[in-house]
Protein backbone atom coordinates (compact mmCIF):
# COMPACT_ATOMS: atom_id res chain seq x y z
CA UNK A 1 0.00 0.00 0.00
CA UNK A 2 1.99 3.17 -1.11
CA UNK A 3 0.02 4.96 2.64
CA UNK A 4 2.13 2.50 4.72
CA UNK A 5 4.99 4.60 5.33
CA UNK A 6 2.43 7.30 6.15
CA UNK A 7 -0.07 4.77 8.62
CA UNK A 8 3.08 3.71 10.50
CA UNK A 9 4.08 7.45 11.42
CA UNK A 10 0.08 8.15 12.69
CA UNK A 11 0.06 4.33 14.27
CA UNK A 12 3.12 5.80 16.35
CA UNK A 13 2.45 4.50 20.01
CA UNK A 14 4.24 7.65 21.36
CA UNK A 15 2.33 10.02 18.72
CA UNK A 16 0.09 12.33 20.55
CA UNK A 17 -4.17 12.22 19.35
CA UNK A 18 -4.76 15.73 18.76
CA UNK A 19 -8.28 15.28 20.41
CA UNK A 20 -10.90 16.84 18.34
CA UNK A 21 -8.50 17.20 15.01
CA UNK A 22 -7.54 15.69 11.88
CA UNK A 23 -3.72 14.75 12.71
CA UNK A 24 -1.36 16.86 10.54
CA UNK A 25 2.18 15.45 9.57
CA UNK A 26 5.27 17.37 8.02
CA UNK A 27 7.04 16.29 4.55
CA UNK A 28 9.49 17.18 2.25
CA UNK A 29 8.62 17.27 -1.01
CA UNK A 30 12.36 16.92 -2.62
CA UNK A 31 13.65 14.53 0.59
CA UNK A 32 11.12 12.27 1.59
CA UNK A 33 10.55 8.76 0.57
CA UNK A 34 8.54 7.44 -2.94
CA UNK A 35 6.59 5.77 -0.62
CA UNK A 36 5.56 8.36 2.05
CA UNK A 37 4.98 11.07 -0.45
CA UNK A 38 2.57 8.94 -2.39
CA UNK A 39 0.51 8.57 0.96
CA UNK A 40 0.63 12.08 1.18
CA UNK A 41 -0.82 12.77 -2.05
CA UNK A 42 -3.60 10.06 -1.52
CA UNK A 43 -4.85 11.19 2.26
CA UNK A 44 -4.21 14.99 2.09
CA UNK A 45 -7.05 16.89 2.42
CA UNK A 46 -4.92 20.02 3.09
CA UNK A 47 -1.56 21.05 2.69
CA UNK A 48 0.60 24.62 3.78
CA UNK A 49 3.73 25.62 3.72
CA UNK A 50 4.03 27.86 7.11
CA UNK A 51 5.81 31.05 6.83
CA UNK A 52 5.96 32.93 10.08
CA UNK A 53 8.08 36.53 10.22
CA UNK A 54 10.41 36.02 7.07
CA UNK A 55 11.02 31.79 8.74
CA UNK A 56 10.44 29.26 6.39
CA UNK A 57 8.92 26.33 8.75
CA UNK A 58 8.64 23.56 5.83
CA UNK A 59 5.38 21.75 4.42
CA UNK A 60 2.48 20.41 6.49
CA UNK A 61 -0.18 17.59 5.06
CA UNK A 62 -3.38 17.58 7.04
CA UNK A 63 -4.54 13.51 6.92
CA UNK A 64 -7.99 12.60 5.65
CA UNK A 65 -9.27 10.65 9.17
CA UNK A 66 -12.25 11.06 10.83
CA UNK A 67 -12.12 13.14 14.50
CA UNK A 68 -12.80 12.17 17.28
CA UNK A 69 -16.38 13.33 18.22
CA UNK A 70 -16.68 15.34 21.46
CA UNK A 71 -16.63 13.32 24.83
CA UNK A 72 -17.04 14.56 28.04
CA UNK A 73 -15.24 12.23 30.32
CA UNK A 74 -12.20 12.42 27.51
CA UNK A 75 -12.39 15.52 27.60
CA UNK A 76 -11.89 16.49 31.39
CA UNK A 77 -8.76 14.46 31.65
CA UNK A 78 -6.98 16.41 28.73
CA UNK A 79 -7.88 19.22 30.85
CA UNK A 80 -6.55 18.51 33.85
CA UNK A 81 -3.49 17.52 31.91
CA UNK A 82 -3.26 20.82 30.63
CA UNK A 83 -3.41 19.06 27.23
CA UNK A 84 -5.71 20.94 24.20
CA UNK A 85 -9.08 19.98 23.40
CA UNK A 86 -10.45 21.02 19.79
CA UNK A 87 -13.99 21.50 19.30
CA UNK A 88 -14.75 21.04 15.89
CA UNK A 89 -17.14 22.76 13.76
CA UNK A 90 -18.56 24.50 17.34
CA UNK A 91 -19.24 27.50 16.50
CA UNK A 92 -20.56 26.82 12.50
CA UNK A 93 -23.43 28.80 13.12
CA UNK A 94 -21.52 32.31 14.22
CA UNK A 95 -18.70 32.29 11.14
CA UNK A 96 -21.51 34.70 9.16
CA UNK A 97 -20.65 37.02 11.78
CA UNK A 98 -17.04 37.38 10.67
CA UNK A 99 -17.53 39.15 7.74
CA UNK A 100 -18.24 42.23 10.37
CA UNK A 101 -14.55 41.25 11.81
CA UNK A 102 -13.10 41.84 8.36
CA UNK A 103 -14.85 45.33 7.48
CA UNK A 104 -13.73 46.11 11.53
CA UNK A 105 -9.96 45.24 10.14
CA UNK A 106 -9.91 47.13 7.52
CA UNK A 107 -11.20 50.00 9.46
CA UNK A 108 -8.91 49.51 11.95
CA UNK A 109 -6.00 49.82 10.07
CA UNK A 110 -6.29 53.38 10.49
CA UNK A 111 -5.87 53.91 13.99
CA UNK A 112 -7.29 56.78 14.10
CA UNK A 113 -10.87 54.94 13.57
CA UNK A 114 -10.83 53.34 17.10
CA UNK A 115 -12.00 56.05 18.97
CA UNK A 116 -14.81 57.11 16.14
CA UNK A 117 -15.83 53.53 15.74
CA UNK A 118 -15.76 52.80 19.75
CA UNK A 119 -18.18 55.71 20.25
CA UNK A 120 -20.81 54.52 17.85
CA UNK A 121 -20.62 51.15 19.97
CA UNK A 122 -23.59 50.32 21.93
CA UNK A 123 -21.28 50.26 25.86
CA UNK A 124 -23.20 49.04 28.93
CA UNK A 125 -24.84 51.39 31.01
CA UNK A 126 -22.85 53.88 32.64
CA UNK A 127 -19.60 53.24 30.39
CA UNK A 128 -18.56 55.67 27.99
CA UNK A 129 -14.79 56.25 25.99
CA UNK A 130 -13.02 59.02 27.06
CA UNK A 131 -11.33 60.72 24.75
CA UNK A 132 -8.20 60.90 26.13
CA UNK A 133 -5.33 58.53 24.73
CA UNK A 134 -3.53 56.02 27.02
CA UNK A 135 0.37 55.64 27.27
CA UNK A 136 1.47 52.32 25.43
CA UNK A 137 2.98 49.95 27.33
CA UNK A 138 5.02 48.45 24.18
CA UNK A 139 5.68 51.14 21.85
CA UNK A 140 6.85 49.39 19.22
CA UNK A 141 3.90 47.64 18.61
CA UNK A 142 1.28 49.43 20.10
CA UNK A 143 -0.82 51.39 17.72
CA UNK A 144 -3.48 53.20 19.90
CA UNK A 145 -4.97 52.83 23.75
CA UNK A 146 -8.00 54.19 24.82
CA UNK A 147 -9.88 53.75 28.27
CA UNK A 148 -13.45 53.46 29.39
CA UNK A 149 -15.36 56.04 31.94
CA UNK A 150 -17.63 54.79 34.15
CA UNK A 151 -18.60 54.36 38.10
CA UNK A 152 -16.00 51.95 39.66
CA UNK A 153 -13.10 52.85 37.40
CA UNK A 154 -11.33 53.55 40.79
CA UNK A 155 -11.32 49.81 40.87
CA UNK A 156 -9.09 49.61 37.33
CA UNK A 157 -9.56 51.63 34.66
CA UNK A 158 -11.12 49.38 31.60
CA UNK A 159 -8.80 50.28 28.15
CA UNK A 160 -8.68 48.65 24.68
CA UNK A 161 -5.75 48.95 22.46
CA UNK A 162 -4.72 48.30 18.77
CA UNK A 163 -1.77 46.55 18.52
CA UNK A 164 0.53 45.17 15.80
CA UNK A 165 1.05 41.56 16.58
CA UNK A 166 5.18 41.63 15.52
CA UNK A 167 7.66 43.98 14.39
CA UNK A 168 8.13 41.91 11.53
CA UNK A 169 7.38 44.52 8.29
CA UNK A 170 6.06 42.10 5.55
CA UNK A 171 3.40 41.01 8.94
CA UNK A 172 0.03 43.07 8.74
CA UNK A 173 -1.72 40.86 11.67
CA UNK A 174 -3.42 43.08 14.61
CA UNK A 175 -5.20 42.58 17.46
CA UNK A 176 -7.55 44.30 19.62
CA UNK A 177 -7.57 43.83 23.46
CA UNK A 178 -9.66 45.21 26.20
CA UNK A 179 -8.39 44.75 29.85
CA UNK A 180 -8.45 46.56 32.73
CA UNK A 181 -5.99 47.92 35.49
CA UNK A 182 -2.33 47.21 34.86
CA UNK A 183 -1.43 45.14 31.94
CA UNK A 184 0.48 41.80 32.83
CA UNK A 185 -0.17 42.94 36.33
CA UNK A 186 -3.51 43.02 36.84
CA UNK A 187 -4.42 39.87 33.48
CA UNK A 188 -5.55 37.62 36.25
CA UNK A 189 -7.24 40.13 38.77
CA UNK A 190 -9.53 38.27 40.91
CA UNK A 191 -11.36 41.56 40.98
CA UNK A 192 -14.55 39.58 39.55
CA UNK A 193 -16.81 43.05 38.44
CA UNK A 194 -14.37 44.34 36.89
CA UNK A 195 -13.70 41.13 35.10
CA UNK A 196 -17.38 40.61 34.50
CA UNK A 197 -17.45 44.75 32.75
CA UNK A 198 -14.84 43.71 30.08
CA UNK A 199 -16.28 40.83 29.45
CA UNK A 200 -19.80 42.74 28.73
CA UNK A 201 -17.48 45.11 26.97
CA UNK A 202 -15.92 42.50 24.78
CA UNK A 203 -19.44 41.39 23.65
CA UNK A 204 -20.62 45.30 22.98
CA UNK A 205 -17.51 45.67 21.00
CA UNK A 206 -15.91 42.71 19.21
CA UNK A 207 -18.15 40.65 16.38
CA UNK A 208 -19.45 37.20 17.04
CA UNK A 209 -18.18 37.56 21.12
CA UNK A 210 -21.66 37.92 22.61
CA UNK A 211 -23.15 34.99 19.98
CA UNK A 212 -19.95 32.38 21.50
CA UNK A 213 -20.64 33.78 25.53
CA UNK A 214 -24.54 32.95 24.85
CA UNK A 215 -23.85 29.27 23.17
CA UNK A 216 -25.68 27.17 26.07
CA UNK A 217 -23.63 24.22 24.34
CA UNK A 218 -20.12 26.07 25.42
CA UNK A 219 -21.36 26.83 28.60
CA UNK A 220 -22.57 23.09 29.49
CA UNK A 221 -18.88 21.97 28.19
CA UNK A 222 -17.27 24.54 30.14
CA UNK A 223 -19.04 24.24 33.20
CA UNK A 224 -18.13 20.53 33.61
CA UNK A 225 -14.58 20.95 33.56
CA UNK A 226 -14.40 24.38 35.70
CA UNK A 227 -16.92 22.32 38.09
CA UNK A 228 -18.81 25.95 37.85
CA UNK A 229 -20.14 28.42 35.74
CA UNK A 230 -17.66 29.71 33.29
CA UNK A 231 -17.35 33.38 32.50
CA UNK A 232 -15.51 34.11 29.26
CA UNK A 233 -13.52 37.78 30.20
CA UNK A 234 -9.95 38.96 28.94
CA UNK A 235 -11.21 39.30 25.10
CA UNK A 236 -9.03 40.11 22.13
CA UNK A 237 -9.89 40.20 18.44
CA UNK A 238 -7.10 38.49 16.30
CA UNK A 239 -6.83 39.32 12.56
CA UNK A 240 -3.71 37.04 11.37
CA UNK A 241 -2.41 37.94 8.13
CA UNK A 242 -0.42 35.33 5.54
CA UNK A 243 3.20 35.28 7.02
CA UNK A 244 2.00 36.28 10.45
CA UNK A 245 0.99 34.36 13.93
CA UNK A 246 2.55 33.70 17.29
CA UNK A 247 6.07 32.66 18.83
CA UNK A 248 5.40 29.75 21.41
CA UNK A 249 4.09 30.84 25.02
CA UNK A 250 1.48 30.10 28.01
CA UNK A 251 -1.60 32.43 28.96
CA UNK A 252 -1.05 31.37 32.58
CA UNK A 253 0.13 33.76 35.32
CA UNK A 254 2.22 33.74 38.68
CA UNK A 255 -0.80 33.69 40.99
CA UNK A 256 -2.91 30.30 40.81
CA UNK A 257 -5.76 31.03 43.13
CA UNK A 258 -9.10 29.78 42.96
CA UNK A 259 -10.77 32.89 40.63
CA UNK A 260 -7.51 32.69 38.86
CA UNK A 261 -7.30 32.13 34.59
CA UNK A 262 -8.70 28.42 34.52
CA UNK A 263 -7.78 28.48 30.25
CA UNK A 264 -8.14 30.21 27.25
CA UNK A 265 -11.01 29.58 24.48
CA UNK A 266 -10.01 30.84 20.96
CA UNK A 267 -13.04 30.29 18.38
CA UNK A 268 -11.89 30.72 14.42
CA UNK A 269 -14.13 32.84 12.44
CA UNK A 270 -12.99 32.83 9.21
CA UNK A 271 -9.62 31.88 7.25
CA UNK A 272 -7.30 29.21 9.27
CA UNK A 273 -5.10 29.17 11.25
CA UNK A 274 -2.02 25.81 12.36
CA UNK A 275 -1.35 25.46 16.07
CA UNK A 276 1.22 23.46 18.08
CA UNK A 277 -0.35 23.24 21.21
CA UNK A 278 0.75 20.81 24.25
CA UNK A 279 1.30 20.90 28.10
CA UNK A 280 4.27 22.40 29.00
CA UNK A 281 5.19 19.00 30.20
CA UNK A 282 5.09 17.50 26.75
CA UNK A 283 6.53 20.29 25.10
CA UNK A 284 9.66 19.54 27.88
CA UNK A 285 9.95 16.01 26.69
CA UNK A 286 9.92 17.10 22.79
CA UNK A 287 12.75 19.42 23.81
CA UNK A 288 14.83 16.65 25.78
CA UNK A 289 14.14 14.08 22.85
CA UNK A 290 15.48 16.80 19.88
CA UNK A 291 18.47 17.75 22.13
CA UNK A 292 19.08 14.18 23.12
CA UNK A 293 18.76 13.61 19.15
CA UNK A 294 21.08 15.96 18.35
CA UNK A 295 24.03 14.74 21.00
CA UNK A 296 23.74 11.01 19.00
CA UNK A 297 24.84 12.77 15.97
CA UNK A 298 20.90 13.30 14.29
CA UNK A 299 20.17 16.34 13.18
CA UNK A 300 23.96 17.90 12.41
CA UNK A 301 22.94 20.92 10.28
CA UNK A 302 20.37 22.02 13.16
CA UNK A 303 23.46 21.53 15.91
CA UNK A 304 25.60 23.33 14.10
CA UNK A 305 23.49 26.21 13.51
CA UNK A 306 21.82 26.64 17.08
CA UNK A 307 24.78 24.88 18.78
CA UNK A 308 27.77 25.43 17.09
CA UNK A 309 31.15 23.72 19.25
CA UNK A 310 30.05 23.41 22.58
CA UNK A 311 27.44 25.79 22.73
CA UNK A 312 24.50 23.16 24.03
CA UNK A 313 26.86 22.57 27.47
CA UNK A 314 24.69 25.34 29.40
CA UNK A 315 21.14 24.08 28.51
CA UNK A 316 22.29 20.36 29.81
CA UNK A 317 22.08 21.66 33.68
CA UNK A 318 18.66 22.84 32.43
CA UNK A 319 17.44 19.70 31.05
CA UNK A 320 18.22 17.73 33.95
CA UNK A 321 15.87 19.54 36.10
CA UNK A 322 12.05 18.94 35.44
CA UNK A 323 11.53 22.42 37.76
CA UNK A 324 14.20 24.31 35.88
CA UNK A 325 13.11 22.79 32.24
CA UNK A 326 9.80 24.31 32.66
CA UNK A 327 10.47 27.50 34.11
CA UNK A 328 12.89 28.30 31.16
CA UNK A 329 10.06 27.14 28.68
CA UNK A 330 7.88 29.14 30.38
CA UNK A 331 9.77 32.12 30.26
CA UNK A 332 9.04 34.97 27.51
CA UNK A 333 9.99 33.71 24.34
CA UNK A 334 10.76 30.44 25.66
CA UNK A 335 14.18 31.51 27.08
CA UNK A 336 17.61 29.69 25.83
CA UNK A 337 14.96 27.75 23.71
CA UNK A 338 13.85 30.47 22.18
CA UNK A 339 16.06 29.23 18.82
CA UNK A 340 15.27 25.89 18.79
CA UNK A 341 11.38 26.01 19.23
CA UNK A 342 10.53 28.89 17.27
CA UNK A 343 12.46 29.91 14.47
CA UNK A 344 12.99 26.66 12.18
CA UNK A 345 11.45 23.52 10.64
CA UNK A 346 13.26 21.49 12.56
CA UNK A 347 11.34 21.72 15.82
CA UNK A 348 7.76 22.77 14.17
CA UNK A 349 8.23 19.15 12.42
CA UNK A 350 8.93 17.48 15.40
CA UNK A 351 6.24 18.45 17.20
CA UNK A 352 3.88 17.80 14.17
CA UNK A 353 4.74 14.66 13.62
CA UNK A 354 4.48 13.68 17.46
CA UNK A 355 0.77 14.61 17.26
CA UNK A 356 0.54 18.23 18.57
CA UNK A 357 -0.56 19.83 15.70
CA UNK A 358 -4.02 20.75 14.43
CA UNK A 359 -5.44 23.08 11.82
CA UNK A 360 -8.58 25.21 12.79
CA UNK A 361 -10.83 26.40 9.99
CA UNK A 362 -13.98 28.68 10.21
CA UNK A 363 -16.50 27.65 13.44
CA UNK A 364 -13.99 25.29 14.89
CA UNK A 365 -12.34 26.42 18.50
CA UNK A 366 -9.51 25.29 20.69
CA UNK A 367 -9.66 25.11 24.46
CA UNK A 368 -6.49 25.95 26.20
CA UNK A 369 -6.38 24.69 30.02
CA UNK A 370 -4.24 26.29 32.33
CA UNK A 371 -3.76 25.05 36.02
CA UNK A 372 -0.48 27.59 37.21
CA UNK A 373 2.51 28.49 35.35
CA UNK A 374 3.94 24.92 35.84
CA UNK A 375 0.89 23.28 34.93
CA UNK A 376 -0.45 24.61 31.91
CA UNK A 377 -1.04 24.28 27.70
CA UNK A 378 1.95 26.34 25.81
CA UNK A 379 1.12 26.94 21.63
CA UNK A 380 2.15 28.61 18.68
CA UNK A 381 0.24 29.88 16.11
CA UNK A 382 0.76 30.76 12.13
CA UNK A 383 -1.55 31.78 9.44
CA UNK A 384 -2.08 29.47 6.51
CA UNK A 385 -4.55 31.20 4.53
CA UNK A 386 -3.88 33.69 1.72
CA UNK A 387 -6.46 36.17 3.22
CA UNK A 388 -7.14 38.02 6.71
CA UNK A 389 -8.27 35.70 9.13
CA UNK A 390 -10.41 36.59 12.23
CA UNK A 391 -10.88 35.03 15.66
CA UNK A 392 -11.82 35.59 19.64
CA UNK A 393 -9.72 34.71 22.44
CA UNK A 394 -10.89 34.82 25.43
CA UNK A 395 -9.45 33.82 29.24
CA UNK A 396 -12.00 31.29 30.93
CA UNK A 397 -12.33 32.01 34.55
CA UNK A 398 -14.98 30.23 37.59
CA UNK A 399 -17.68 33.24 37.67
CA UNK A 400 -18.02 32.82 41.46
CA UNK A 401 -16.09 33.88 44.06
CA UNK A 402 -14.71 30.67 45.66
CA UNK A 403 -14.28 27.19 43.80
CA UNK A 404 -16.09 24.47 44.78
CA UNK A 405 -14.23 22.52 47.52
CA UNK A 406 -12.24 19.47 45.46
CA UNK A 407 -14.78 16.24 44.79
Not at 46 to 60: M, V
Not at 67 to 73: C, E, I, L, V
Not at 284 to 303: D, N, S, Y
Not at 321 to 340: H, K, Q, T, V, Y
Amino acid sequence: MPEDLLQELLDDPDRDTFYGAAPVVSYDPHQDETEFLAGINDRSQRRARLIRRGNDHGHYAVIHEEAARYDAKFALKRWRSARPIVLRGHFDDYTELAGEGDALYDRLRNQEELLPWARDAALPDGVSVSDLDQPLDDPERDLRKLCFDDPDAAEGLAWMKLTRLSNHPEDDSLRLRVGFGRERHDDASPLLERQRLISRLGRALLPGMAEVCDDDGLAAQLKRLLRGEALLSQPIAYWNRPGGGALFHHDAFGENSPNGQRGVLYAQLSGETLWLALSINDLAARVREIIEAMTLGELPELREHLYPEDGMQPLLPILADDELLRRELGSPGCGLFASLVNNGPAFTAWLADSGHACVLGPGDGILLPNHGVHHTCMHSVFCVSDHTTYALSMAIRLDEHSAPADS
